[in-house]
């Protein structure tokens, strides 16, 4: 299962890092758009995943291997801290955490 995981968590991060420059290549702004379309984005094929996966191995692979390394909570959190005023921090950091967790749970309402 592990390694299942590791190899999830890979392709994960490869495809975090591609959507990344996809957007910053076609949207560059000072609001960090890539970060928080990937968050969205992975909330919702999570919820997807918990609600249509019975557990074990694939949910291990999909969920906390490729959504854990697509999504990046981390990269959000220091966004919110450099975006030049409290203000502006506070409306990204506010906005990612409603819309993803929105995201969440719709994915788990179309999969349930």
């Known amino acids: 299962m592990i390694v ?14 591609a959507v990344d420059a996809w957007i910053r ?28 996966l019975s557990g074990g191995a694939l ?3 999909l969920g906390t291997g490729m959504m854990g390394g697509y999504t990046t909570f981390s ?4 966004e919110a801290v450099t975006q030049g005023s409290a ?3 506070a409306i990204y950091a506010l906005s ?8 969440a749970w ?3 309402v179309i999969a349930g």
């Open 75 to 78: 990269t959000a959190s220091v």
């Open 4 to 17: 299942l995981v590791a190899l999830g968590g890979g392709l994960g991060a490869c495809l975090r890092y």
């Open 59 to 61: 949910l291990g692979f």
């Open 25 to 52: 290549a076609r949207w560059p702004a000072e609001f960090p758009w890539a970060t928080f379309v990937i968050n969205v984005t992975g909330s919702f094929v999570l919820g997807l995943c918990v609600a249509g």
């Open 106 to 108: 719709l994915g788990l």
């Open 96 to 103: 990612t955490l409603v819309v993803a967790v929105f995201a």
């Open 87 to 89: 203000r502006r921090g």
